[in-house]
């Protein structure tokens, strides 16, 4: 490792170790090589899990294959024109996976010149760029990728001279990523910055070599925020994920979408850190400018609709005479399309005030069992309404804990709710809480402190494993539960962790389709109120 001092500068490719390198930027990217035709004669692994093909199905087979219809043929003409000239083609591209999703990709196709100083071979670096769409889980098994491959393109090598060859390849791929990438030492010393990285903080490549990662443009985050990440990476040797706002040498402020990826050796020590930013300041202020719209639109619908609830009581009541039979259901049928409008602008009103941080929190200590009494009756009423089976089963020792007590009903009435509609006649159902135990495992998750459990499992229909990970998203429901309950909203997980998150709590699950689902509530002992306009609404 080189010492701190003589880090004026990047450092040439000879004197990094390139084999670690190598692996990273082959496992952060989508990597092919062609004849000269054009034809694939090799894929890397993320290449073969994003296109959904397989090696046997790709070798052989032109680009083309991946073709998604919807760019320019200018744009392809171009990029044949460049390469079969012998330069480098870089630019972005819409291609389409065999199972016709569509993805983006920043495309660096580098040509490999024979003998005769034409291209005999085209090596393709192409970086994922649809990063809104990718959830965590995907990033992490693309940065687990970088760490996995070594031994396999080690093989591939028939020489020290090409493996530096084929490194410096792939390294001016790295360099010439629309992503901030940095790579930095055990200790987090930088030792290496591409040009994206120098474009998004103001400060080049020599200022930001040899200083510590993210001391010249960071800084702006909670101390407690950096000594999660460090823990993370460093001792817990996990992949870290996460928003962080930064400031550039400017002095202006950005939030990036930053991931890093410790490098291990044999030895399971960390030799390096991988990170990468996204600059995603414009998508926030978008996010928040739709979430503000939002917010006034509920508000301002929701004089009207009380209007509408209103004269259809008096109506249903008699108060301005009796009704025929047909007007009496067509009324209920205003009365019921009305309660189901007031509930979903209730709901994004909800979203619209965690997302702009407007709700309070009022913390307070109070009796679990009073509240959970109080909670289950009208759940007790539903679910014998749907022939099924409620047990609540309380700890007798349960701790007081400091919480809203009506964000907890909340949390309660909607586990509930959802597990009396996702679970057909004659199921079961069964709430449980009792006290938490730091340090314990609980559905291969470790409680972080002493606080409650709580657990709400049924016998219903199960979320599919291939959407488990969307499951607390905004607006997302199941394929397989949506004829179910075709009335929701799929936003109530999503305000339920949000809540649970503020109160520095953990919501997480195990389920399988057609046995059921269980999910898990961790709410510490003390939970700090905030302030705010207005309390989130119950219904």
């Known amino acids: 490792m080189p010492s701190r001092k003589h880090l004026k500068h990047n450092q040439p490719v000879e004197t990094l170790d390139y084999k670690a390198l190598f692996t990273a930027v082959n496992k952060a990217a989508m990597i092919s090589l062609t004849d000269k035709n054009g034809d694939i004669i090799y894929t890397n692994p993320k290449f073969t899990e994003v296109s959904k093909y397989t090696m046997q199905e790709l070798l052989g087979q032109n680009h083309r294959i991946l073709k998604s219809g919807l760019m320019p043929q200018k744009v392809y003409k171009d990029l044949w024109k460049t390469i079969s000239s012998g330069q480098t083609w870089r630019g972005d591209l819409l291609n389409k996976s065999k199972t016709g999703k569509l993805y983006w990709v920043d495309t660096t196709i ?103 990662a993210g001391t010249l443009w960071g800084g702006l985050m909670e101390s407690s925020f950096y000594r999660k990440l460090w823990h993370t990476i460093k001792v817990e040797k996990k992949l870290f994920t996460g928003e962080i706002t930064n400031i550039r040498k400017s002095g202006q402020k950005y939030i990036a979408q930053a991931t890093i990826a410790p490098v291990l050796n044999d030895k399971n020590e960390v030799k390096f850190f ?119 089963k309380l700890e007798q020792t349960l701790p007081k804990i400091t919480f809203d007590p009506q964000y907890f009903s909340m949390i309660i009435q909607n586990l509930l709710s959802n597990a009396s509609k996702y679970t057909p006649p004659k199921g079961k159902i069964a709430l449980t809480i009792t006290r938490a135990k730091s340090g314990s495992k609980v559905a291969d998750f470790k409680l972080p402190g002493a606080g409650v459990l709580i657990s709400v499992s049924d016998t219903g229909y199960g979320i599919p494993k291939n959407q488990q990970h969307k499951i607390f998203s905004k607006m997302f429901r199941a394929d397989n539960v949506r004829d179910k309950d075709t009335d929701g909203t799929g936003l109530g997980l999503y305000i339920l962790k949000s809540i649970i998150d503020q109160g520095n709590g953990n919501i997480w699950f195990t389920s399988k389709v057609k046995e059921g689902t269980t999910f898990y509530v961790y709410l510490p002992l003390k939970t700090i109120s905030r302030v705010g306009a207005k309390k989130l609404s119950v219904e």
């Open 110 to 212: 580098v040509p490999i010149m024979g003998r005769d100083k034409k291209p005999e071979k085209y090596l393709s670096v192409r970086i994922l760029i649809t990063h809104k769409k990718i959830e965590e889980q995907k990033s992490q098994i693309q940065q687990e990728q970088l760490i996995s491959s070594l031994e396999e393109l080690e093989l591939q090598q028939k020489n020290y001279k090409r493996q530096i060859l084929e490194t410096q390849k792939f390294f001016l791929a790295v360099e010439n990523s629309g992503e901030h990438i940095i790579i930095t030492d055990a200790e987090g010393i930088v030792l290496y910055a591409n040009s994206a990285a120098e474009k998004m903080t103001g400060y080049s490549s020599k200022e930001m070599i040899g200083t510590k």
């Open 274 to 392: 991988i990170g990468t930013e996204r600059d995603i300041t414009i998508e926030k202020d978008i996010d928040k400018a739709k979430t503000e719209f939002v917010s006034l639109a509920s508000h301002q619908l929701r004089t009207p609709l009380s209007a509408i609830n209103w004269f259809s009581e008096m109506l249903l009541n008699g108060d301005v005479g009796d009704l025929s039979a047909a007007q009496k259901e067509y009324v209920e049928e205003i009365y019921n399309a009305n309660q189901r409008m007031v509930k979903l602008i209730n709901a994004l009103l909800n979203v619209s005030r965690l997302e702009l941080g407007t709700f309070s929190f009022n913390s307070k200590p109070f009796n679990i069992a009073r509240c959970i009494k109080d909670t289950v009756k009208d759940l007790e009423f539903i679910c014998s309404k749907h022939d099924q089976t409620l047990n609540v």
